[in-house]
């Protein structure tokens, strides 16, 4: 199966180019103030080595917007200003050189407040966020938060469009899924702008990933979206993860590794986790780059059930038995490996093919 895409016109993030044939991009953003600029560095490389393309910084007052010209200075990746409430905080980033401003129409949506902005705009050939969260949309006169969205989402990219700008980029994020899902799908059919995808508010790391997962899953499937967050009350870190594992599994995007393993049962007589999360931390983004046009297939198989047919079906494999495992690779076996060695085995035998540096 392959995901066809919905038609998008192309914005220019920074160096980055979103919507059209581009990759989906993975955003994030910081999660210190914007004033402590040291801080927000660090993070934002951090950010930018796990895999992240965008970050979005929260502007609260003039001294975010002023970090905002210290920041840009010291990183490489595409920032946004997040603004709200306050227009003039939006002239100021502008000021200082950001890549794109997300304005909330739900507090900020003053006919000659939303000029000046896309005035400066225009100035600085960057583009507008239309960022709309169901928290915050102000709609009153739709049933259903769903029209809420999409009828704020609609109003105010006429009003901007009025002003003759065109560089927008739109999201439309409720913490319910199925509110998210129903938005995003009417607002698709309505409009040719690259779409920001996310769900808002979604809790806890886990149950945020999940939902975001089932969410974000639904609108890719149907070639809806752009560029896309996964919003967790975790390190920013993780949510590039979350988001990397969901475009990786609908095939998206390919960092590298595709790892495959059992959830382990009463027949599995090795620490079949321990195994799983340290070749994780061993080839997380950043750690290894991998010359296959593909994601290298890895399967850890903890018994003899399915583990030789997956191992075999792997580019490199192995199914364990009591306290040795059975290596195959390109669907042969190669020999036998004990459980203390595999993590290092598994690693020597994708650097002799696949690995660049």
Do not use: W
Not at 194 to 201: E, K, R
Request: overall charge positive; hydrophobic content about 40%; some cysteine.
């Amino acid at each position: 199966m392959r995901i066809k895409r919905r038609k998008s016109r192309v914005v220019k993030i920074g160096s980055l180019s979103i919507g059209g044939a581009n990759p989906i991009a993975i955003q994030s953003m910081a999660k210190c103030k914007t004033s402590e600029v040291a801080k927000v560095i660090r993070q934002v490389r951090g950010l930018e080595k796990a895999g992240c393309e965008i970050v979005r910084l929260a502007v609260k007052d003039s001294q975010d917007a002023a970090a905002l010209k210290k920041i840009k200075r010291q990183v490489k990746i595409p920032l946004v200003a997040d603004i709200h409430f306050d227009y003039r905080l939006a002239l100021e980033a502008i000021e200082s050189g950001v890549d794109k401003i997300r304005l909330n129409p739900g507090n900020i949506y003053k006919k000659e407040e939303v000029k000046k902005v896309v005035s400066g705009l225009k100035a600085a050939k960057i583009p507008l966020r239309i960022g709309l969260n169901s928290g915050s949309v102000k709609d009153v006169s739709s049933k259903g938060m769903p029209d809420k969205l999409v009828n704020s989402a609609l109003g105010y990219i006429r009003m901007v469009e009025g002003f003759k700008f065109y560089d927008i980029v739109v999201s439309l994020k409720a913490s319910d899924v199925l509110d998210t899902v129903s938005a995003y799908k009417k607002l698709a059919k309505l409009c040719d702008y690259p779409l920001h995808l996310g769900v808002t508010a979604t809790g806890s790391p886990f149950s945020g990933a999940l939902k975001t997962s089932v969410a974000l899953g639904a609108l890719l499937l149907d070639g809806i979206g752009d560029t896309i967050r996964v919003s967790l009350t975790d390190e920013p870190v993780q949510e590039v993860y979350a988001a990397r594992c969901i475009l990786e599994a609908l095939g998206l995007r390919n960092s590298g590794v595709s790892l495959i393993s059992c959830p382990t049962c009463g027949r599995c007589e090795v620490d079949l986790v321990k195994i799983v999360r340290e070749l994780e931390e061993k080839l997380e983004p950043g750690a290894v780059r991998f010359s296959s046009a593909r994601p290298l297939k890895v399967a850890v198989m903890g018994c003899v059930v399915n583990g030789p047919g997956e191992a075999k079906e792997a580019d490199i494999g192995v199914a364990f038995g009591k306290s040795e495992g059975l290596l195959f690779k390109k669907g042969k076996p190669v020999k036998k490996i004990a459980y203390s060695d595999c993590v290092d085995i598994l690693l020597k035998e994708m650097a002799k093919e696949y690995v660049l540096d």
